[in-house]
């Protein structure tokens, strides 16, 4: 195997490449590492100033990770995986950057990323059968393949409220926060949104602020993280056995053991056990409650128990019986919005300085120079925090002016929604991989996971196309409308349909409405990728110079 070296020393001309990846977080700098191991010249292109991606621009207070650290971590080099240790049971963002950039030192991968350098487009030359990237400043590199590392949730939403540039006091988002930070000592604070990001900011913040106002559309469904220092028979025992765990992940639906799914049958079991299954799920903290019952998550009748026990769980923390009832979700199934994980979320309401506002019987109407009126009030405030969510999946894809065959871009491709094979490729647009694309199982599983097995794909493709004098790869347009099909397919058997989420498009005005991650779970799609392989790239036209195989 070639030593693992930077491009440059390769002796490859700048403007000349294998392979341009966009995106330094944990997708691109695996899949730099890889490609290394087996002599491909290589460059990423980050937009931020550093490593980390998601980690290294969602800096807002509270930003943690919602999987168990020895968990949501890189499998891949067991040297990294014993050397490293975590502090706590969900590593903080800070935490979680400091492990990015030692990964990216630990295998010299900075001198192969280009930061603070946005890609503008993305070109395929038939005529060579090679990609023109060209990024924000006009410079030009050609390369024969583009991986796109651009992170699911990576576009953050843009305030489309009225007034929004009137107003006269700060205003932050968590997508984008200062690297300074914030302090918010004496401030009367207004957050609007209560998915994960708002409520992990919001129960930082509130020990700091002079009011703290809440500005909730829908509610979430949120359980208590239970987070505390890692315990060390946890992390000591991981390390241990780290190749059984390991294996037990990729196999798994989610890449999530903690989740530890139960077979039995939500009405299989008695009331009170029923009732013990969610208490012990609830202590144990985290997703572990949606696996209190196999059916909870296909189920109706037995995911309203689940919800069930999550709003009695509400109305026994939140003293005044009106804020509890308006922090309840009624209007979808518990888990079919990816559920919220949380430090003591719901008794932030307890405090005489927070309140919370319906959005849903008294909306915003417009943020004023001094604050925000709704239907039926104006608070006036110093600062807002808008925590409104990300154009998933696809909308970081969008902003590039990404064009295959005949000049088709991919955003006019997928107006109607993203058509992928595997979530790997598109037709039409030949040597574009994406790693976690729409169709692959990316935000539903442990994405460090669902990332490791998509740059392993990837490489073991690139290496093959190269041991065999190819030099193209694409998937057909029948195995991805089969893909997409079947994709949809295994949506409608589960509850995901049922709730106007980010995973489907909603959040978005004039998103089409299509269910875009991969529902079948991480085990059962890692091997239909390894039939696939198998079966001679099944769905993919491989062609040389003068081939098709
Ligand atoms: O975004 P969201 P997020 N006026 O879309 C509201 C991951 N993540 O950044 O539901 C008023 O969930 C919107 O209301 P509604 C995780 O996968 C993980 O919090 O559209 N409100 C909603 O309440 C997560 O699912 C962690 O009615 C408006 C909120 O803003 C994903 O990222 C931490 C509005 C957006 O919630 C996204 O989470 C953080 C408007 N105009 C994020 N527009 C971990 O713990 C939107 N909203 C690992």
Same mark, same amino acid.
């Given at each position: 195997m070639p030593e693992n070296r930077p491009a440059a020393a390769a002796g490859q001309? /700048?403007?000349? *490449?294998d392979v341009v990846i966009v995106g330094a977080g944990l997708a691109g700098l695996y899949m730099l590492h890889k490609l290394r191991e087996i002599g491909i010249s290589a460059r990423i292109y980050e937009a #931020?100033?550093?490593?980390?991606?998601t980690w290294f621009w969602n800096r @807002? $207070?509270?930003?943690?990770?919602?999987?168990e650290s020895q968990e949501y971590? @890189?499998?891949?080099?067991p040297e990294l995986e014993v050397e490293w240790a975590w502090t706590e049971r969900y590593a903080a963002q800070p935490e979680l950057l400091k492990y990015v950039n030692h990964v990216a030192d630990r295998f010299h991968l900075r001198p192969d990323i280009r930061f603070s350098t946005r890609i503008a487009s993305a070109i395929f030359d038939e005529t060579r059968d090679r990609w023109t990237v060209t990024t924000d400043a006009g410079d030009t590199v050609s390369a024969r393949f583009c991986i796109m590392a651009?992170?699911? *949730?990576?576009s953050a939403k843009q305030p489309d409220i009225p007034?929004?540039?009137?107003?006269s006091g700060d205003t932050y988002s968590t997508a984008n926060w200062p690297e300074v930070g914030v302090d918010f000592t004496g401030k009367r604070v207004g957050v609007i949104g209560t998915g994960s990001s708002g409520i992990q900011t919001i129960t930082t913040i509130v020990p700091q602020v002079r009011e703290l106002t809440v500005f909730q559309r829908t509610p979430s469904f949120s359980v208590p993280a239970?987070?505390?220092?890692?315990?060390p028979k946890v992390a000591a025992d991981w390390k241990a056995n780290r190749e059984h765990y390991r294996a037990m992940q990729r196999k798994? #639906?989610?890449?999530? *053991? &903690?989740? /530890?799914? =139960?077979?039995?049958?939500?009405?299989?079991?008695?009331p009170d056990e029923r009732r013990r299954a969610f208490e012990d799920r609830w202590a144990r903290g985290g997703f572990s409650l949606l696996g209190a019952f196999a059916d909870v998550n296909v189920d109706k009748q037995a995911n309203d128990e689940a919800a069930a026990f999550v709003a009695d769980k509400i109305r026994s923390i939140v003293d005044d019986p009106d804020v509890a009832e308006q922090l309840i979700p009624t209007t979808y199934p518990v888990g079919a919005k990816r559920m919220c994980v949380d430090t003591g979320y719901y008794q932030?309401? =307890? &405090?005489?300085n927070v309140s919370l506002v319906d959005l849903a019987t008294t909306p915003i109407q417009a943020i004023t120079p001094t604050g925000i009126r709704t239907s039926a009030h104006e608070y006036e405030l110093d600062a807002i925090i808008y925590a409104i969510g990300f154009d998933a999946m696809t909308g970081a894809l969008d902003r590039i002016n990404i064009r295959g065959r005949d000049g088709l871009r991919l955003k006019d491709k997928w107006a109607a929604g993203p058509l992928t094979y595997l979530g790997l490729m598109t037709s039409g647009f030949p040597n574009l991989f994406m790693i976690?694309? +729409?169709?692959?199982?990316s935000v539903l599983a442990n994405m460090i996971l669902a990332i490791e097995q998509h740059v392993d794909w990837i490489t073991d493709c690139i290496d093959h196309l190269g041991n065999r004098q190819l030099s193209v790869i694409e998937a057909t347009p029948t195995a991805e409308q089969d893909w997409v099909a079947h994709v949809n397919e295994l949506a409608e058997q589960?509850? @995901?349909? &049922?709730a106007n989420s980010w995973y489907l498009g909603a =959040?978005? $005005?004039?998103? $089409?409405r299509v269910f875009m +991650?991969? $529902?079948?779970g991480l085990g059962l799609y890692r091997e239909t990728c390894d039939e696939v392989v198998a079966n001679r790239y099944k769905g993919f036209a491989l062609t040389g110079p003068d081939q098709t195989v």
């Open positions: 001309a /700048s403007g000349e *490449l #931020g100033s550093d490593v980390g991606g @807002y $207070p509270g930003a943690r990770v919602d999987v971590s @890189y499998s891949f080099s651009t992170g699911c *949730l990576s007034g929004a540039d009137s107003f239970k987070n505390g220092p890692i315990d798994s #639906g989610a890449g999530i *053991l &903690q989740v /530890s799914p =139960n077979e039995t049958l939500t009405f299989d079991a008695s932030v309401f =307890n &405090q005489d976690t694309g +729409p169709g692959s199982p589960t509850l @995901y349909l &049922q =959040n978005i $005005p004039g998103k $089409p +991650p991969y $529902p079948g």
